[in-house]
C-alpha cells in the first residue's frame, strides 16, 4: 500500500485535504493525525472492520481497547451510557484538551473498537488538524498512538512514517506535538473517578473539579502484582531497543553513579546512552548524551522522551541510563512512561557511590615541586571509574612557588604542564576520612602520621600499588633523572587507577 504523505499547517488548514482524509476514514481506511498528545492512527470508531485494520497495522493485541476522539460535546451522549453528572464540569474545564474518560457504552460502539469491553475510552482532543478531521470523518475516530505496538509513541510525522509507512493510507504531517505524551485515561465508571494512566490532566488538577480522585496503584511501582486496570498499560509499551536503567536519587549523585556505569559499560565494550538535562549534560563526558530538556520545565522533558528515545534505537545504543525526574505535575506521567520503557529497572544512586572508599587522593612530596605535582598531572589523566578530588601537597612549603624547571621541561617534553601551578603545604583540613595519601617516600609516610593522627589511609605510592618501595627524588641530579622519575611515577599511578578501579568494580 502506497501511503500518502501530506503536510498540514494547522494554523490554515487545507480544507481539501481533511476532506480527503475523511473520505478515507468514512471508506474504512486508516489516517494517522497530530494530537496535541502524540499522533494518533485514526479509523472510523464505529466499523468493526476498521478496528481490525488499526491493530494489524500497529501489531497491537486486540484486547487492547482503542480511544474514541470525538470532536462535539453531544457526540458523547451517542456512544455513553449512564454518563455521571460530574463529567460535565470536566469537559468543561478540560475538552478540547489532554484527558480521557471512560464510560459504559452504548450498543453503537462496537466491541472491536472496545477490545470487547463494555465501556469506552472518548477524548475530545485540542489539536485543529485532529478536531477537523473527526468532523469530516463523520464525528468518530478512534485512534491508538501511530506507532508500531512496543515502541515509544511518535511526536513527529516522521516517527509515524518509521512505523507504518507502507501499512496506512495516509498521514497527516502537522509537524511537532505540543505534549508529548499520552493523555490522562480517567475511568468515570469508579467512584470516586480514578486515573488509569497519567498524563498532562495532573491529578492536582482533576481534584480541583472533583474533589476526590483515586489513582491506579499499578502506575508507578510493579511491586503491586495486580493487572493495571486499563488493558493496554499492563504491556511493555514505549520500550527503546537498548535496556534501559533509571538511576534515581539526588541528582548531583545520579550524574556521578551514571558517568560510573557509563565508563565501566563502555570499557566493556558496550554502547551507551544517556538521558540527561540541559542542566547536567556538560557534566557527563562518555557515552552518547542526550539533553532530554530542562529540570526547571518538566514540560520540556515530556515533549522531547519519546523522539530521544526513538534516537537511541536509531543510534543502536545497548545500554541507556536515564536521570530520574520528579513525580509531581506532568513529571508523574513521565515518570510512567520512563518506568515503563525501563521495564522498571531502576537503581539507586547512592548505592554505587555511596561505597567509594575513597574520594579524594592526595600525593605528598617533601617540598611538592616535582613529584607530587607529576603524579596529581598524571593521575587526573587517567581512565578511572569514580570521580576523585585530586591534589599534590608538601611537606616542607614555606611560601608556594612555580614547579621545579627541569620537572616541568620533562612533563613540556609530554605536551603537559605544570607551568600553572603553585606549590602547597600539607594541612589538616586536606584529610578527609575518604582521603588517600600516598607518599614518596617511606619517611615521609611516617612524617604524615605523626602529624595528622587522624589520617586514616596513609601509604607510599609503589606500596599501595604494590610495586617497590620508593619514589626517590630527583633533586639536584641531570634531567634524564628527572626523565626517569616521569616514567616511574607514570607505571605506578597507572597500576594506581587500575587498583582503585578494581575496588569500585567489586561494589
Ligand atoms: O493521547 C492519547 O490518548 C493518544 C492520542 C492519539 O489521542 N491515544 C492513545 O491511545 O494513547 P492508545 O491506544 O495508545 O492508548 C489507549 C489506552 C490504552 O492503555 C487502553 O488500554 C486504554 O487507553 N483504554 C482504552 N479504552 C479503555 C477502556 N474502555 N477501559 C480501560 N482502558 C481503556
Ligand atoms: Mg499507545
Keep these: 500500500m502506497e ?188 467512584t470516586p473517578p480514578m486515573i488509569l494512566r497519567p498524563g498532562a490532566v495532573t491529578r492536582e488538577m482533576l481534584e480541583d473539579v472533583l474533589g476526590e480522585v483515586a489513582v491506579d496503584k499499578t502506575l508507578l511501582s510493579d511491586t503491586d502484582r495486580q493487572a493495571p486496570k486499563a488493558p493496554g498499560m499492563k504491556y511493555r509499551h514505549y520500550a527503546p531497543k537498548a535496556q534501559l536503567m533509571i538511576v534515581e536519587g539526588e541528582v548531583a549523585e545520579a550524574v556521578k553513579a551514571i558517568k560510573q556505569i557509563a565508563y565501566e559499560q563502555t570499557r566493556l565494550g558496550y554502547s551507551v546512552g544517556i538521558i540527561a538535562t540541559s542542566e547536567t549534560m556538560k557534566q557527563y563526558t562518555v557515552g552518547s548524551i542526550k539533553s532530554i530538556g530542562t529540570r526547571e520545565n518538566e514540560a520540556s522533558v515530556a515533549r522531547n522522551l519519546y523522539r530521544i528515545l526513538r534516537e537511541f534505537d536509531e543510534e543502536e545504543v545497548q545500554y541507556i541510563y536515564s536521570e530520574a525526574f520528579a513525580v509531581e505535575g506532568i513529571g508523574t506521567a513521565v515518570m510512567n512512561r520512563l518506568m515503563k520503557a525501563a521495564g522498571h529497572h531502576t537503581l539507586q544512586a547512592d548505592s554505587i557511590t555511596r561505597l567509594q572508599k575513597y574520594r579524594r587522593v592526595v600525593f605528598v612530596s617533601e617540598s611538592d615541586n616535582c613529584r607530587g605535582p607529576m603524579a596529581a598531572l598524571l593521575f587526573r589523566k587517567q581512565p578511572l571509574l569514580q570521580e576523585y578530588v585530586v591534589m599534590s601537597r608538601g611537606l616542607v612549603v614555606l611560601f608556594p612557588e612555580p614547579v621545579n624547571q627541569k620537572a616541568e621541561a620533562i612533563v613540556k617534553s609530554k605536551q603537559l604542564t605544570m607551568a600553572a601551578y603553585q606549590t602547597t603545604g600539607l594541612a589538616a583540613e586536606d584529610i578527609t576520612d575518604d582521603t588517600l595519601v600516598l607518599t614518596m617516600e617511606e619517611r615521609q609516610k611516617q612524617k604524615v602520621r605523626e602529624a595528622f593522627p587522624q589520617a586514616e589511609h596513609v601509604f607510599t605510592l609503589p606500596e599501595f600499588v604494590e610495586d617497590g618501595e620508593e619514589v626517590p627524588s630527583p633533586y639536584g641530579e641531570p634531567l634524564v633523572r628527572y626523565g626517569e622519575t616521569y616514567e616511574l611515577l607514570e607505571k605506578l599511578v597507572k597500576k594506581l587507577a587500575e587498583k582503585l578501579n578494581e575496588e569500585a568494580r567489586k561494589l
Excluded: C
Design 3 to 190: 501511503t500518502i504523505i501530506k503536510k498540514v499547517d494547522p494554523n490554515a488548514i487545507n480544507e481539501e485535504t481533511i476532506w480527503q482524509a475523511g473520505e478515507i476514514l468514512k471508506q474504512g481506511g486508516l489516517v494517522a493525525f497530530p494530537t496535541e498528545t502524540v499522533y494518533g492512527l485514526g479509523a472510523n470508531a464505529l466499523d468493526e472492520e476498521a478496528a481490525k485494520k488499526t491493530y494489524e497495522a500497529k501489531g497491537r493485541p486486540s484486547d487492547n481497547p482503542l480511544i474514541v476522539h470525538i470532536a462535539q460535546l453531544q457526540a458523547l451522549n451517542e456512544i455513553a451510557n449512564g454518563i455521571p453528572v460530574e463529567t460535565m464540569r470536566l469537559a468543561h474545564r478540560f475538552w478540547p484538551g489532554p484527558l480521557t474518560m471512560i464510560f459504559k457504552k452504548k450498543e453503537k460502539v462496537p466491541y472491536g473498537t472496545t477490545g470487547g469491553l463494555d465501556t469506552v475510552a472518548v477524548r475530545m482532543p485540542s489539536h485543529k488538524i485532529a478536531l477537523a478531521l473527526i468532523e469530516a470523518a463523520g464525528g468518530y475516530v478512534s485512534a491508538p498512538s501511530a506507532n508500531t505496538s512496543g515502541r515509544p509513541s511518535p511526536t513527529e510525522a516522521s516517527h509515524v512514517a518509521q512505523d507504518l509507512n507502507g501499512k496506512i493510507d495516509m498521514i497527516l504531517d502537522g509537524g511537532n506535538v505540543e505534549i508529548g505524551v499520552e493523555s490522562t485515561i480517567l475511568d468515570m465508571t469508579v
